[in-house]
């Protein structure tokens, strides 16, 4: 399986920036992609931005042209960069070990056989505030 610590979370202004990061251990060879989500108080869970194991990146409207997702040459650790922050952006972000190949015009790495044991594995998260 794989274990997911996230860290960078804080309390920004409007306008300033933060970045987060996901460090992955375990049975990291059998991801597909590595996925940012943000659930914000009586809100549902938000997909955010992805990154597959091929290196392609996705983000969902809301964020896209302010966040980036990326990762050292290892893969690992994953980060999201985000750019001028807004209020609405204030949730706690969590991050996704996907073994689905979910993003069909993706490029991904080939997984080992015993990967089929492996599930998806969620953070525990990091709350990021945005004071207006």
């Known amino acids: 399986q794989v274990q997911l610590a996230e860290s960078g979370g804080g309390l920004v202004q409007a306008g300033g920036s933060v970045r987060l990061s996901c460090a992955a251990s375990?049975?990291?060879?059998?991801?597909?992609?590595m996925d940012w989500y943000r659930q914000a108080p009586g809100k549902e869970l938000e997909w955010v931005a992805a990154?597959?194991?091929?290196?392609?990146?996705y983000y969902s409207d809301s964020v896209k042209g302010r966040f980036t997702i990326s990762r050292d040459n290892s893969k690992n650790p994953v980060y999201l960069q985000m750019n001028s922050l807004r209020p609405e952006d204030s949730a706690v972000y969590y991050c996704?070990?996907?073994?689905?190949?979910?993003?069909?015009?993706?490029?991904?790495?080939?997984?080992?056989?015993?990967?089929?044991?492996?599930?998806?594995?969620w953070g525990q998260g990091t709350q990021v505030t945005v004071s207006s």
């Open positions: 996704k070990a996907d073994r689905t190949r979910t993003y069909d015009t993706g490029s991904y790495t080939p997984v080992p056989v015993y990967c089929a044991r492996v599930t998806d594995s």
């Open positions: 375990g049975d990291t060879l059998c991801v597909s992609s």
């Open positions: 990154i597959t194991s091929g290196g392609s990146k």
